[in-house]
Structures are given as structure tokens and as C-alpha cells.
Nanobody, 123 residues
Framework: EVQLVESGGGLVETGGSLRLSCAASGFSFDGYYIGWFRQVPGKEREGVSCISSRDGTTYYADSVKGRFTISTDNSKRTVYLQMNTLKPEDTAVYYC????????????????WGQGTQVTVSS
């Protein structure tokens, strides 16, 4: 079974940095799509950043371009989201998600989800 475990969230001040990790198991790392999403109460899940292992294509939401970077470490079977220059509006629960099918930034394109990790940015 596919397993995804997020970690690295926490409380930071405006302008600070965090690196989120998504440890993955139960599927081949040769062909996959991983997306980072975030959600706040009362709002839909928002696609933050996605990556394809097939061709390396990446996606970033306009609100995080230039501040967030998605990367992978295949030997560790881990996907990272480096978050710099954090803002209060980045506060949310962050989830990683996986699918073996071609996918983009829509939550309903993904099949498996982690438990989420809380990111809180103080004003």
C-alpha cells in the first residue's frame, strides 16, 4: 500500500523558513507525480507545488513562486518543499499526495494522501 508521511511543519515568524519532507513507500520511484497541497478551514485544498518524475516538470502556485522550491531525493524516497520568506498567508495544513497517472495541480487528480503537517507563520 502507498504510504506518505509528511514532517517538518512548525511555528515560525514572518520571513522565516521551513523545509517539509514527504517520505514515500509502496510504489516505484521511476514514474510518479507528487503534489504539495495546503488547506485552511472553510477553503478548498490549494495546489502549492507539483513535480513529475517522468519529465521533471514542476508547477508552482503564483503566490509561492520565487519563495518555495520542490525537490526530490530518489535514494531516500523523499520529496521536499523548501519554504523561504514565509508569510502569514502561508499558514495552513500542508499535505503531500501521489498518483501513478499523469497529473497536475488539482487535488482530485491524486489517489493517496499523507496525514498533513501544520505550518503556522506568526505576524
Amino acid at each position: 500500500e502507498v504510504q506518505l508521511v509528511e514532517s517538518g511543519g512548525g511555528l515560525v515568524e514572518t520571513g522565516g523558513s521551513l523545509r517539509l519532507s514527504c517520505a514515500a513507500s509502496g510504489f516505484s520511484f521511476d514514474g510518479y507525480y507528487i503534489g504539495w497541497f495546503r488547506q485552511v478551514p472553510g477553503k478548498e485544498r490549494e495546489g502549492v507545488s507539483c513535480i513529475s518524475s517522468r519529465d521533471g516538470t514542476t508547477y508552482y502556485a503564483d503566490s509561492v513562486k520565487g519563495r518555495f522550491t520542490i525537490s526530490t531525493d530518489n535514494s531516500k524516497r523523499t520529496v521536499y518543499l523548501q519554504m523561504n520568506t514565509l508569510k502569514p498567508e502561508d499558514t495552513a495544513v500542508y499535505y503531500c499526495a501521489h498518483t501513478n497517472r499523469r497529473a497536475g495541480s488539482r487535488a482530485n487528480e491524486y489517489d493517496y494522501w499523507g496525514q498533513g503537517t501544520q505550518v503556522t507563520v506568526s505576524s
